[in-house]
């Protein structure tokens, strides 16, 4: 069946250092999205992806997206305490109206001041 | 904007108690609504898919008549655990969006159910 592959699982840096975590779709998908979970929380939306090899930033944050739509990527650079939680990659086949999202498992990010 | 609220935040009660928990769209139309399960430390797990006004589409394993979810307006969804048990105790969290293309989910809070 469909799969969102999200890798590291965990991820432990220094403040100050970068981080990236990497999401791989068996499937060609429609567009991805990356969501932001802190402790106790529930996910945040942060970007959308939808173009073939499109690259967006908020900050410190780039997001990229595969030119076949098959991989994302989330890249952190210099990292801060607040950046802490797990940050998961959703994709999603449809545009239409079941835009049922296929999760990857996330990538929990500790950051140490 | 984009607002959702689920309530209760938490849920403590006995086996064999019922459970509603309700999901809504504060300030826009949510045609679609999504129920997800997460265990600690893991990723969600997508219960259901429900559209207003009609039947809700169950993901494999799910147990309709265990967790029954109603969506009858375009701005209020419940699940009810029936009848739950120890191994329902979880996180569960519901999510909207309208019927745009390429929209995000918005997330409610989530109601942690533990069951004892």
Redesign the interface.
Known sequence: GQQVMQIPQYQHVQEGEDFTTYCNSSTTL??I?W?KQRPG?????LI?L?KSGEVKKQKRLTFQFGEAKKNSSLHITATQTTDVGTY?CAGSRN???????I????T?LAVNP | GAVVSQHPSRVICKSGTSVKIECRSLDFQATTMFWYRQFPKQSLMLMATSNEGSKATYEQGVEKDKFLINHASLTLSTLTVTSAHPEDSSFYICSAATDRVHQPQHFGDGTRLSIL
């Open positions: 429609s567009n999205q969501y929380g529930h996910p945040v939306f959308q939808v998961f545009a239409g109206n079941n835009r049922k999202l999760w990857g498992l996330g929990s």
